[in-house]
């Protein structure tokens, strides 16, 4: 497939900004559900959307896809980071966790070179880096402070295992089929959460159940367009875009509950924003210098 990058990176903020939607929606079900349990009905309603679309072939091919066991490790992974993730999140403060957890996008342009053989220029470090600099001035971490902890500790557990399972992703995009990933990953999702049923489900209301559905097909299509970005680019390119769900979860708990953000918050934004403007000008220029 011909590389389309900026297209990569158009369907890649894409996905973090319904990802962020997905988060927002989670944040306000686990109030009262078990974490696992929407995680169940999210997943259901992906592989059932896909069931629909892809049909038998679907079907067939998921069950003999070469990825399948690359998906299944790429999988457990998601598992750990999000347990490690609400574990920290019962002790940390949402700062704190975010900055952390943030951590992932320089885990994924570390291992983008060792693993996938990436080229990564000096622009994408510089990029990432100062994405980063920027999550740490939204967080008012230099004001609050950081002292290490075992919640410390599992937020950057959860950030190291995200990076893995993006790379993981980066290298199955290029193996399989988008609709087929998203099969497997959410069946094998599905199956890993409905063991712990038994002893978590609470009952719910329509209203909570046709949310988690909600959920569940936003999650899908942020899926698909994460997944397909990943075709379109290196992962190194797209590391810094994921820190544009810092600013989405700032303006959705602005608009949802209210909170209203300080300076450092927009601040912040403005080197997230900047970083990915530094991405993509450069990856503009590198483009104009080999067609000249």
């Known amino acids: ?21 997905q988060d927002a929606s989670v944040k306000w079900l686990v109030a009262t559900l078990p974490v696992c349990q929407v995680l169940f009905i999210r997943s259901v ?25 690359p998906m299944l ?8 980071a999000w347990l490690s993730y609400y574990t920290a999140a019962r002790d940390l403060g949402l700062a ?12 994924v342009t570390v291992l983008a070179m060792p693993v996938l053989g990436e080229t990564v220029p000096p622009s994408r470090w510089i990029a990432v880096l100062t994405g980063f600099v920027g999550v740490l001035v ?3 971490v230099f004001g609050q402070g950081l002292a290490v902890s075992w919640p410390v500790y599992l937020a950057l557990q959860a950030a190291v295992f995200w990076g893995i399972a993006t790379i993981l992703l980066r290298k199955t995009a290029l193996e399989e089929g988008t609709l087929v990933q998203m099969l497997i990953s959410s069946a094998l999702l599905m199956v890993f959460t409905g063991l712990a049923l038994p002893f978590l489900w609470q009952p719910m209301s329509l209203s909570e159940l046709a949310l988690i559905v909600g959920t569940g097909v936003l999650a899908g299509v942020g899926q698909y367009a994460l997944f397909e970005g990943m075709r379109r680019a290196e992962v190194s390119l797209l590391a810094p875009f994921e820190y544009s769900s810092l600013i989405w979860g700032f303006l959705l708990g602005f608009l949802i509950w209210h909170e209203v953000p300080s300076a450092n918050v927009f601040v912040g934004a403005g080197l997230i924003i900047g970083a990915g403007v530094l991405v993509i000008g450069a990856e503009r220029s590198a483009r104009r210098a080999v067609q000249s």
């Open 96 to 107: 704190q966790l975010t900055t952390l957890y943030y951590a992932a996008p320089i885990v």
């Open 73 to 80: 490790w790429r999988t457990l992974l998601l598992l750990a």
């Open 1 to 21: 497939m011909q590389s389309l990058p900026l297209v990569g990176i158009l369907l890649t903020t894409l996905s973090f900004f319904l990802f962020s939607l």
């Open 138 to 140: 939204a967080c008012d």
């Open 45 to 69: 309603t992906i592989v059932a959307i896909c069931a629909a679309i892809g049909r038998g072939p679907a079907l067939r091919r998921a069950s003999g896809s070469p990825v399948l066991w």
